[in-house]
């Protein structure tokens, strides 16, 4: 090789890592740098922090929360519909980014995934059919059979129950609506599910079903990211916090939990 054609070699080698280095953020027409699209996985039959409305969009109480943050923040949101089960393997591989999909903070999922600042308290509570005397307390449940959506911590509740030879069956399914239908057609005793979950699903479903004693445990949900992403987690406990005092959130709460 001469001294010339090293020298063309040097220069094109330039010219790509040049290149190369501006393809790191991507801009759009006119030279501006395009807004920052996270995907969210979420599970939209767990109402009312998400579902499908009539024109097959998800919304909900979390998805409207995590687009004003998302605005707060200068980021877009792509809302994705995910098994709740599969959510967190999900966001470990980069398939999402988020999820936002009424998720306790519990420290198994801790070891697992980041969550972000708690953004409301719930809790867990038995439902049974709405002419059902006998179960009133946790006290009530032996030997009947529960239904529990799985992932969820109903069902780590009920798997409890079970081991402490409590329950005689827990019936596992994959949305929160089928498994208040288990309950509802007669294939289930009772249902442990979320407290604010199952009281949207009496608002929908009256004189179907009914809450049994007290809230069993208070839990906190929170916005989850794979462990280690720490600018995505800061940005969404930023937004979280601005929306909270600007007014957004309790708007927010006021449209999903009149």
């Known amino acids: 090789m001469n001294k010339l054609t090293a020298f063309v070699a ?15 953020n991507t801009t759009a027409e006119g030279g501006e740098v395009e807004t920052a699209t996270f995907i969210v996985g979420t599970e939209p039959t767990f109402p009312p922090f998400e579902m499908t409305d009539e024109s097959g969009a998800i919304t909900g109480f979390d998805i409207e929360l995590i687009k004003a943050i998302a605005e707060d923040q200068g980021f877009e949101v792509e809302i994705q519909s995910i098994g709740f089960d599969a959510l967190i393997p999900a966001v470990q591989s980069g398939n999402i980014d988020i999820i936002a ?3 306790t903070i ?3 999922r801790e070891e697992q995934v980041d969550f972000s600042a708690p953004y409301i308290d ?4 038995i439902a049974v059919a709405a002419d059902n ?4 307390s946790v006290d009530d449940l032996q030997d009947l059979v529960a239904s529990v959506q799985i992932g969820s911590t109903g069902h780590e509740k009920a798997q409890e129950l079970l081991d402490a030879g409590v329950l005689s ?4 399914f994959n949305t929160v ?7 509802v057609n007669g294939g289930a005793d009772v249902v442990i599910n979320d407290l604010p979950v199952t009281q949207a699903y009496m608002v929908q479903q009256p004189g179907t079903i009914k809450i049994a004693g007290e809230k069993l445990e ?3 949900y929170g916005f989850a990211v794979r462990s280690g992403n720490e600018e995505l987690l800061t940005m969404i406990d930023a937004g979280l916090q601005n929306v909270i005092e600007d007014g957004t959130y309790d708007e927010i709460q006021s449209k999903y939990f009149s």
Request: charged share 20%; proline share 0%; glycine share 6%.
């Open 122 to 125: 719930a809790g867990l509570a």
């Open 169 to 172: 069956e827990v019936k596992t």
């Open 101 to 103: 999909s009424g998720m």
């Open 106 to 108: 519990t420290e198994a």
């Open 133 to 136: 005397s006998d179960v009133n």
């Open 218 to 220: 208070s839990e906190s």
């Open 10 to 24: 040097v220069l094109m080698l330039v010219a790509v890592v040049a290149f190369s280095g501006c393809t790191d």
């Open 177 to 183: 609506d089928v498994v208040m239908m288990e309950l």
